[in-house]
């Protein structure tokens, strides 16, 4: 059986606002090693959430995918763990 994944969303460059596709996600901050703790928020009814670490407005845009944002860079996969 197939986990569903909680996508997860960075802002690295700073921007003011990112537009996400999901009502819930996690915000990480910045890219690790610069990461804060990884933060679930959900959006609930509203349209729009700031996280409570770093301050950043995330807003949902229906249009946009579940692994989508804008800007596009803002969505953050976590290395693959390799084998020792």
């Given amino acids: 059986m197939a986990?569903?994944?909680v996508p997860h969303f960075?802002?690295?460059t700073g921007v003011a606002v990112i537009h996400v596709g999901v009502?819930?996600?996690m915000c990480i901050g910045a890219k690790p090693p610069f990461d804060h703790p990884h933060v679930f928020?959900?959006?609930?009814?509203?349209?729009?959430?700031?996280?409570?670490?770093c301050s950043t407005l995330y807003r949902y845009k229906a249009t946009l995918k579940a692994e989508e944002s804008e800007p596009a860079d803002c969505l953050w996969h976590a290395e693959a763990a390799t084998a020792a």
């Fill in 3 to 5: 986990a569903k994944s």
């Fill in 10 to 12: 960075h802002n690295d």
């Fill in 23 to 25: 009502h819930e996600f």
């Fill in 41 to 53: 928020l959900d959006m609930g009814d509203d349209n729009e959430i700031v996280c409570p670490y």
